[in-house]
C-alpha cells in the first residue's frame, strides 16, 4: 500500500516552493553567465589595444612598438611609418573601441582614432598585435 503525502500540509508548500525557486534561480544564473561570457569574452584583447593606442597618443612610439610585439621583419622605422605622427592616422588625439570580433586564434578590435576607422588583429596567445589578415 502506498502512502501519498497530502499536497496541503505546509512542510510539502515550503519544498515544492524551495525547488521552483532554486530551479528558477539556476536558470537565470545560466542567463547572465551566458551573456556576461558573451560580452566579455574579447575584454583581454580590447585591453591591450586600448593600452596600445594609450600609449600612442601619450606619444611613446618606443613603447608601442613594444606593445605591438612586432616580427624580425617590421622594423622600428616601418612602425613609426604607419602608427607615427606623419603615418595613416596621424598623431593620435582620440580614440574609442567600437567592436571586437573573435575570429580564429585572435580578434579584430576596430576602434576609431582621429575620426578615422582601424582595424587591429590581437593574438589571443601572446596579445601580440598586427594588421588583421583580412
Known amino acids: 500500500m502506498f502512502i501519498f503525502e497530502d499536497v496541503n500540509r505546509p512542510e510539502v508548500i515550503r519544498r515544492e516552493r524551495l525547488v521552483k525557486r532554486i530551479i528558477i534561480g539556476v536558470i537565470i544564473g545560466a542567463i547572465v553567465a551566458g551573456f556576461l561570457y558573451w560580452e566579455l569574452r574579447d575584454w583581454p584583447e ?70 578615422k576607422e582601424a582595424r587591429i588583429w590581437v593574438e589571443r596567445k601572446d596579445k601580440s598585435l598586427s594588421f588583421p589578415p583580412y
Open 46 to 115: 580590447e585591453r591591450t589595444a586600448k593600452r596600445f593606442l594609450a600609449t600612442l597618443q601619450r606619444g611613446d612610439y618606443q613603447q608601442a612598438y613594444r606593445i605591438w610585439q612586432p616580427s624580425s621583419t617590421y622594423a622600428f622605422n616601418d612602425f613609426l611609418r604607419d602608427w607615427g605622427p606623419n603615418g595613416e592616422y596621424g598623431k593620435v588625439q582620440s580614440f574609442k573601441v567600437v567592436a571586437s570580433q573573435s575570429s580564429g586564434s585572435g580578434v579584430i578590435v576596430t576602434a576609431d582614432i582621429n575620426g
